[in-house]
């Protein structure tokens, strides 16, 4: 990549421009400007426009993320530990029942 001439002088729109807005040949620069009545015309049009209304449904979605990223995490690393034993170790039995219900819970929800 190449640097940037920091001696190029820059316009006074950029920030930290080396004119700062001011030609030191002419004097302040030549920028047209809006008028008062051009400046309230341009914020009458951009207030109209501005303007960003939000669903309800994306309130709702909102406070209730809220809620959930309050709610402490649960800690399950006990858990499978002892499920990861019980399976090395050929102990673990699977509740058919318990496990055929779960499974019709999650297939008419």
Request: glycine letters at 6%; aromatic letters at 6%; a positive charge.
């Amino acid at each position: 990549m190449s640097k940037i001439d920091p001696n190029i002088n820059r316009s006074s729109f950029f920030p930290k421009g080396k004119n700062n807005g001011v030609n030191k040949a002419n004097g302040p620069s030549k920028i047209p400007r809006n008028g008062v009545q051009r400046a309230k015309e341009l914020a009458g049009i951009t207030s109209k426009d501005a303007k960003v209304d939000i669903p309800e449904a994306i309130k709702d979605f909102a406070k209730i993320k809220k809620v959930v990223d309050k709610v402490p995490t649960k800690d399950n690393t006990a858990k499978i530990a002892k499920l990861k034993a019980q399976i090395s170790q050929g102990t673990y039995s699977i509740n058919y029942d318990k496990l055929a219900d779960k499974m019709l819970d999650q297939e008419y929800i």
